[in-house]
């Protein structure tokens, strides 16, 4: 079996090559194997076929069915199982395959998962990470399109981060895998064939730190996962009429990154945040609400923001209808009163 | 000891009628009904005699100590003794247990502090004894989610090529969660050294066996699964000490997981906040008090001459020692530090806890709690 990624093994850097967010996960989760044998990685068609969006493609013909295997078809079962392999000190990193196939596990990872260091008052640690490829753009039919982090984002006891790059993707598996807490490692299937050119291995911010990934002084775009694209287009598009926007990849979905934002937002006095999932109650309302209790008194207009309707998610020839897209953002900012 | 377990075909039903090697009246049973199975020798039947006896003083302690305020709730093994000795007895001090919120009298034979079992049940915190140190797991309440946890760490044992077996503990009921199902499906696919124990005690809370499945015994289901079920006489400790060490010694060796089903019956409420006289009649009870599994023992050992006046007085007084124990520890007032709450939620420090702890310590620091007046340290 081939794998996706040719990237080296060792500590020292390869040079840049183009590598996608999907070999990029896949090379991080190689190297996490190779430097500690209690990394095992299972879920369902994790082996053979290598995932069906091909991320653990040719871990198994390296690691054997040992390291990672396919489980039966039952996702409590895999959470349940990996609770109990991470108890007993393996590092189980599993997939859920899509974010829709998580719910049938809700119990396993709000009751257990989440509460295991709290209810044993930090005797029983869970070093586990739980990948969930989420969101849609990729015109997938119903129950393969949902966005389900304000769940799990919710849930005191969970480390919930998405990445929206390849370096972030790589450096932010590794600290995953590595962090004795479990971690709900959220993967925007929209950007798993996004190229970057990347030197492995390649540690970017820590993965509980948002970043600014485009400076800027009138207002400040907030995005995670496949969103943050969206800003960006909206913001190249906004400084052709003189707007400076700047852009914050928050990454990191629980904790929450008070700081940058705070920061960003003092100095820009406007934001807004873009998600796909729904505006009632999704993860934006939280980002809002943040913003506005620690600085009202900064800002010139009410937070905005810019998400999926209130509906479940569409089938693949309506869904463009549905994602928010650069022109809505800009729409939304056209609705300040910019002269106030 | 018999290991016919090493015989036992996976496409066979478990016997109707339930697996047995004491009667009621505490004579060994002979010919197919023991299904091969071995009457246990006398030291350990008077060992499991002795910690049936402690548990019993224990747990009508604890009752007694919930009636009078001094646990938030407690939920009773009275009558199930045999179900949870007979299996942990089994067991070495390297093999885990996961157990459910009805088997305290288990940890209490793991050798787990009276006060560290009741924590939870007084409200000190969820979990109040060293999973680690004792190889128990925290004792669970959503039904079933404990028997994955038990596949997945027996699983990682035989993965490390450790000599370690999980016993997992479930309820009736909680043979109709879809966990039990993943779990006892999980199992057999990767062949885990796991042991699952059904204590079939007849009730979830109010609802009967009949309302729970149509199976003919709740161990028919290991077959579905390709693995052995046994269907035992859960007043029997003899028996399900026999069984469970089969499985365990089965599971070690490499044979994969068993399904035991224990047909017991819990003699007392859910908890103390439930009224069993709207569900079942007391005659049924009186009928399962007649089958008590440490009377049943009791007369066997006496008849062989094994059970001594002199032993059975010393036994007694070690259970003793335990109840008063037990008091003294649940009436003395356990020490809470409410800013704890904040400490055990991730293993880094969040910005926006450390501004609730902040919170919530000059709010103490002000007297804002009665109960805490300046408890704040």
């Known amino acids: 079996m081939t794998a996706t990624v040719t990237s080296s093994t060792s500590a020292e850097a390869s040079a840049p090559t183009q590598l996608t967010m999907a070999g990029a996960l896949n090379a991080a989760m190689r190297d996490a194997m190779t430097a500690d044998d209690r990394v095992v990685v299972y879920g369902e068609d994790v082996g053979p076929l290598g995932g069906v969006f091909r991320v653990t493609d040719g871990l198994q013909a390296e690691f054997g069915t040992d390291r990672i295997w396919d489980s039966p078809l039952a996702e409590s079962g895999i959470i349940g199982t990996a609770i109990g392999m991470a108890m007993y000190g393996m590092r189980p990193v599993v997939e859920m395959q899509f974010d829709a196939f998580s719910y049938p596990a809700f119990e396993q990872m709000v009751s257990h998962v989440a509460k295991m260091r709290n209810r044993t008052k930090s005797r029983v640690t869970l070093p586990m990470v739980v990948r969930i490829p989420c969101a849609g753009a990729i015109g997938g039919v119903e129950h393969h399109s949902d966005s389900s982090e304000s769940y799990w984002a919710s849930t005191p006891g969970l480390t919930v981060v998405m990445p929206s790059n390849p370096a972030d993707a790589y450096s932010m598996l590794r600290e995953a895998i590595d962090s004795d807490d479990p971690v709900v490692f959220m993967e925007p299937k929209s950007r798993y064939w996004s190229k970057a050119p990347l030197a492995l291995p390649v540690t970017t911010a820590p993965m509980d730190r948002a970043e600014v990934v485009r400076e800027g002084t009138d207002v400040t775009l907030i995005g995670y996962g496949p969103t943050v694209r969206t800003a960006l287009e909206a913001a190249e598009a906004a400084s052709e009429e003189g707007l400076s926007i700047e852009v914050i990849d928050l990454r990191s979905l629980s904790p929450f990154d008070d700081a940058t934002v705070g920061a960003s937002v003092r100095k820009t006095s406007r934001a807004a945040v873009i998600h796909e999932a729904a505006q009632f109650g999704g993860y934006g309302a939280e980002v809002a609400a943040r913003i506005t209790e620690r600085n009202f008194h900064h800002l010139a207009a009410p937070v905005l923001r810019i998400a999926g309707f209130d509906i479940p998610f569409p089938s693949p020839k309506l869904e463009e209808y549905h994602l928010p897209t650069a022109n809505r953002v800009l729409a939304a900012l056209d609705t300040w009163e910019w002269d106030a | ?377």
């Open chain 2, 1 to 377: 000891m018999s290991l016919n377990v090493e015989h036992a075909s996976v496409r066979v039903l478990p016997s109707e009628k339930p697996l047995r090697l004491l009667d009621n009246a505490g004579h060994a049973v002979t010919g197919a009904a023991t299904g091969g199975f071995g009457l246990p020798d006398s030291e350990t039947l008077l060992d499991l005699y002795r910690k049936m006896v402690v548990a019993r003083r224990f747990d009508v302690q604890v009752t007694a100590l919930t009636k009078q305020g001094r646990l938030a709730t407690y939920p009773s093994a009275y009558g199930q003794e045999a179900c949870e000795i007979g299996a942990v007895a089994a067991l070495t001090t390297d093999d885990w247990l996961f157990p459910t919120y009805r088997d305290s009298v288990a940890l209490l034979t793991r050798g787990i502090e009276p006060g560290d079992i009741l924590a939870a049940f007084r409200g000190d915190w969820h979990n109040g004894y060293d999973q680690h140190a004792h190889r128990t797991a925290a004792q669970a309440t959503p039904l079933a989610t404990q028997t994955l946890h038990a596949v997945g760490l027996s699983h990682a044992a035989r993965l490390r090529h450790d000599p370690v077996v999980a016993l997992t503990f479930l309820g009736d009921g909680a043979t109709s969660e879809g966990d039990a199902h993943e779990a006892f499906n999980f199992a057999a696919v990767w062949q885990t050294p796991t042991v699952f124990v059904v204590q079939n005690n007849q009730f979830a809370i109010s609802v009967p066996l009949e309302r729970q499945t149509r199976a003919a015994t709740l161990a028919d289901k290991a077959v579905g699964y390709g693995m052995p079920g046994y269907h035992v006489d859960g007043n029997d400790v003899a028996a399900m000490y026999a069984v469970t060490q089969a499985a365990i010694d089965r599971a070690r060796s490499g044979g994969g997981p068993t399904l035991i089903e224990g047909v017991t019956y819990r003699i007392e409420a859910h908890t103390n906040s439930d009224d069993p006289t709207r569900y079942r009649a007391a005659r049924d009870v009186e009928h399962w008090k007649r089958r008590d599994p440490i009377e049943r023992l009791e007369k066997y050992l006496v008849s062989e001459g094994a059970l001594t006046e002199a032993l059975r007085t010393e036994i007694a007084d070690a259970a003793e020692a335990l109840a008063e124990r037990t008091r003294e520890v649940m009436t003395t007032e356990a020490e809470i530090d409410p800013l704890e709450l904040f400490d055990h939620v991730y293993g880094r420090d969040r910005a926006a806890l450390l501004e609730q702890r902040a919170a919530l310590e000059a709010e103490l620091a002000a007297g804002a709690f009665a109960s805490h007046a300046g408890a704040a340290r």
